[in-house]
């Protein structure tokens, strides 16, 4: 819902990225949007950039080609929580040589969301972890040993497991480097 304390550089700002989420969700180019509201391109690229002030009759046609409301067009959006890890970031963990990338944890430690990357012939047996944990391996390339030492398996790029992780539990990359995303439970799973 629009706050009527707003500025009119926040409505703008709104506008924009309302209007911008709304075309890339509709598939529509600036050049299709323009044809179906009769608005140029380079009024539609500034409303998008905040740096146009729409008349009323614009804001409905854009709202009709859309297929939203005004208000919908104008209304701030309840903000849930992304989260991006780039390439590049992350904490950079080595239990055991094995290099560990944690790209993720949900409060309270429950939940983690890890990438590996082993070279060839590279292998790490970790310690069981707390009670009731879980593994759960997905290979994004080569080949790749995963699960309970008593019980490994074989698994290549595109390959998912899921294994007991409060056992002691073992990657081993094969002839290749390998590389996995690695989902754990840590604790009794609910």
Do not use: C
């Amino acid at each position: 819902m629009l706050d009527d304390a707003r500025s009119p550089s926040d409505v703008q700002g709104l506008l924009a990225a309302n209007l911008r989420r709304l075309r890339i969700a509709r598939h529509l180019s600036l050049s299709e949007l323009a044809r179906a509201t009769g608005v140029s391109k380079a009024t539609l690229s500034g409303i998008e950039n905040g740096r146009a002030n729409p008349t009323v009759d614009t804001l409905a046609g854009l709202a009709a080609a859309l297929r939203v409301s005004l208000a919908e067009l104008l209304a701030e959006l309840p903000l849930g929580e992304v989260r991006v890890v780039r390439a590049a970031q992350g904490r950079l963990e080595r239990p055991g040589g094995l290099t560990w990338r944690l790209l993720d944890a949900v409060a309270g430690g429950g939940l983690e969301v890890s990438e590996i990357a082993l070279r060839a012939h590279e292998a790490h047996e970790l310690d069981a972890r707390q009670g009731g944990s879980r593994a759960h391996v997905y290979v994004l390339q080569g080949k790749l040993l995963a699960g309970p030492v008593e019980r490994i398996t074989e698994l290549g790029a595109g390959d998912y497991a899921s294994f007991p992780a409060d056992v002691p539990h073992l990657f081993e990359a094969g002839r290749h480097p390998a590389g996995a995303l690695v989902l754990s439970e840590v604790g009794p799973v609910r």
